[in-house]
């Protein structure tokens, strides 16, 4: 069974600062997907960032990239010219790329912006 | 493109009695899961649906749980008799089977049982 760990409950960092938030994981298999998704206190989680496993380029949106390291199985998570709107709790997840489609999530990392 | 229905969004409910929970997902979205997010922990499957039909159901505590997908669109997620462990936010997701692997997530039921 895939597991994934965030090791760091809880970030702040000074507003248009860069922040960068860790994410490992376990699988034995090849093909998958990686996702950050932030969860802010109205409870929905909205999709952040994507990253096929099989592509060595690392994913880019704006100002969230991530730095995906197949073979440390970590994928770290970070935002540039942080803002107050980025506060939320951040959640990494796992998904196959065959068979069951299930999210694996992390325990998440609360992210605070200190104006 | 209307995104992800759930009502209600709070619940609070006396242990043992039962509460249902409805989840509309996008359109078009054939794959339907249904989430437990227990605080200060991410979420964890309970059951997926594609159409109308269970894929996964292997963490769904099946004395007390049940689900629904009628006609492969809405979901109700029921719980008889609550129990206090129960307490939790309730998420919907859905996701479109070959245009990419997200799944996108509705604001979720928080239910607290007193």
């Known amino acids: 069974a895939q597991t994934v760990t965030q090791s760091q409950p809880e970030m702040s960092v000074q507003e248009a600062e860069t922040v960068t938030l860790s994410c490992t994981y376990d699988?034995?298999?090849?093909?998958?997907?990686l996702f950050w998704y932030k969860q802010p206190p109205s409870r929905q989680m909205i999709l952040v960032i994507r990253q096929e496993a099989y592509k060595q380029q690392n994913a880019t949106e704006n100002r969230f990239s991530v730095n995906f390291q197949k073979a440390a199985k970590s994928f770290s998570l970070k935002i540039s010219d942080s803002q107050l709107g980025d506060a939320a709790m951040y959640f990494c997840?796992?998904?196959?790329?065959?068979?069951?489609?299930?999210?694996?999530f992390g325990t998440g990392t609360r992210l605070t912006i200190i104006p | 493109e209307a995104g992800v229905a759930q009502s209600p969004r709070y619940k609070i409910i006396e242990k043992r009695q039962s509460v249902a929970f409805w989840c509309n997902p996008i359109s078009g979205h054939a794959t339907l899961y249904w989430y437990q997010q227990i605080l200060g922990q991410g979420p964890k499957l309970l059951i997926q649906?594609?159409?109308?039909?269970?894929?996964?159901d292997s963490q769904l505590p099946k004395d007390r749980f049940s689900a629904e997908r009628l006609k492969g669109v809405d979901s109700t997620l029921k719980i008889q008799p609550a129990k206090l462990e129960d307490s939790a936010v309730y998420l919907c997701?859905?996701?479109?089977?070959?245009?990419?692997?997200?799944?996108?997530f509705g604001q979720g039921t928080r239910l607290t049982v007193v």
């Open positions: 997701a859905s996701s479109f089977t070959g245009r990419g692997p997200e799944a996108f």
């Open positions: 649906f594609q159409n109308n039909g269970v894929v996964d």
């Open positions: 699988t034995s298999e090849s093909d998958y997907y």
């Open positions: 997840a796992y998904r196959s790329e065959v068979g069951n489609e299930k999210l694996t």
